[in-house]
């Protein structure tokens, strides 16, 4: 049996927020997100209710086919959601919806992954951003069984800190049915280990080499770098700016495109805040505001 | 531990309070190794042959001396397997089917990558075998036939003597594993053309970590665990004399209960019925008649197996489920699969296996709470609204594959 906290089986027996949401009034409007496969034993439709004017989540409530985590994870992520503006909502992952739970066992991570794909689901179809466009699409099709891209396996591998293929297939299934690709995602887990092994060994360097700088200097630097950064995001229909620079915390605006996108927090830490590390100074922190 | 309504016995049993009788004096005053040759080991050993003659009298074995008593199941299946491929070098291919439990099947697979070939029966809707396609697979190549008696999961019974006597013309052995049948319907393998069959103690009310391995005089017979000299050369290691004792006396209760089997099945056959007539988008999985008589494997559309579990555990009933969400694998149970079963029924499929400590209370009980359980999972799912078209759309994705 499971080794479930008393939440989660609070959450299951007690779902917050379940049902269909189907009436709206003036001013509000009503998405849904479908993510999941009936093949693999869950499935989850996410309902959002949005009040247009502020683009915030007035209701949010679900219909979910699947086991005891999986309903508890449902009803976790529309309390979660209650009054947040979409962009807040899309900053939601996955880890978040599990701790809400007091966590989950392992083998049951995919179920808060699902809440967190379904999310995205929702918004990208209320603000008309094709599903079949999003970024994790475009990578190479990894495990063929489960239809997963090399790019949202690196992602979930990042956020959750993941070590082991067996990680990775609790948390989205990639590598649990014929097993064929866990050798590619022992590579993908190696690959990343080794650029993070990579990133500390040349920070340590540069630190080294601008431990003294003032702080008119560091802003300079910082400057120069994003000025670097920002034609590649411009490209992509977004943009940033540099705020302020509090210690060694970077605070910057991510506009257009990148203040919706859903991987904003991989372009933040594994993009701008790994080159400012590299280029400027190794302690630095970005922070968007 | 609170009072629980158990109905999991294939899955496990319990001890008749008789069994735990007839074994404690072995675990307390009559601790003498049975191959020792003072009287203290003696009286031991005359214990441990009143229970092979026990075992031996409920599957209607010629002599006793066809009785090898092992650990459980596992290891009867294993040592039945590899004693009829030793035995037959020159022979390189098995038989079994897609549906066998992990203890065939994970072997079968294994061997493979040691140069065997192995042919997987595939069963219908219902669970059962196409004959015709075991009788195109078999050829004087094929070393060993080994085939479960009665399906764990839906109960589903093969026909075992039409399958062996198929075997007996090209001249293979035949194991079966009986793990499931044995004490739930009457066998003998006086008339039987079975040459070797599997049981375990735990699935008829003695404990577990004890187990038997028919082996029919004169069958070609290699030991697994190789050692001392016990079990007559065919299976080394210090006996366990309290579980043979208690897998004795269990093989005994089970033969005088067997003229009671009924019950079982009058109980079964009214929950089934009942849940079929009240629960709407109910089926049973496996063939309505040929089944043991205290199986019922029931698919509850639209919903997930675990999440029925649990409720059902709220209400202290104890059952189990197929659902890839129970185990732990991403994958559902194969044996539903093998069937072709849609995945909106077999991800909500639940067995339900009586014993006969069952009671009708029990069942009423059940039949109380399982029908405002299911509304209450059915009004979660997606798959249960009016709009049909995401489930219709899920289940042609999966045919497409």
Sequence with gaps: ????????????????????????????AITIGDVGSISCGDALRLYLKIDIATDSIITASFQTFGC?????????????????TLDEALKITNREIADFLGGLPEAKMHCSVMGQEALEAAIFNYRGIPLDNHEEDEGALVCSCFGISDAKIRRVI???ELETAEQVTNYIKAGGGCGSCLADIDDLLYSIAAEKANTIAR????????????TVQKINRIQQVLEEIRPTLIADGGDLELLDLEGDVVKLVLKGACGSCSSSTITLKMGIEAKLREKVLSTLVVEAV | MRDCIYLDNNATTKIDEEVLAAMLPYLTLYYGNPSSMHSFGGQVGKATKTAREQVASLIGAQSPAEIVFTSCGTEGDNAAIRAALMAQPEKKHIITTEVEHPAVLSLCKNLEKQGYSVTYLSVNGQGQLDLSELEASLTGNTALVTVMYANNETGVIFPIEQIGSMVKEYGALFHVDAVQVVGKIPLNMQESTIDMLTLSGHKLHAPKGIGALYVRRGTRFRPLLIGGHQERGRRAGTENVPGMVALGKACELAEYHLINVGHEQQLRDYLEQSILTTIPNTAVNGHPVQRLPNTSNIGFKYIEGEAILLSLDQFG???????????????????????????????????????????????????????????????????????????????QAVLAK
């Design chain 1, 1 to 28: 049996m499971w080794d479930y906290t008393d939440k989660v089986m609070e959450h299951f027996y007690h779902p917050r927020n379940q049902g269909a949401i189907s009436a709206s009034n003036e001013g509000e």
């Design chain 1, 68 to 84: 005891a985590s999986a309903i508890a994870s449902s009803s976790a992520l529309t309390e979660l959601l209650k009054g947040q």
């Design chain 1, 158 to 160: 990042l956020e959750n």
């Design chain 1, 203 to 214: 920070t340590t360097e540069v630190v080294n080499n601008y431990a003294t700088l003032t």
């Design chain 2, 317 to 395: 009933i104890c059952a189990s489920s197929g659902s890839a969400c129970t185990s732990g694998s991403l994958e559902p149970s194969h044996v539903l699969r093998a069937m072709g079963l849609p995945y909106s029924v077999l991800h909500g499929s639940i067995r339900f296996s009586l014993s006969r400590y069952t009671t009708q209370t029990e069942i009423d009980r059940v039949l109380e709470v399982l029908p405002g359980i299911i509304d209450r999972l059915r009004a979660l799912s997606p798959f249960n609204s009016d709009d049909a078209t995401w489930l219709q759309e899920q289940e």
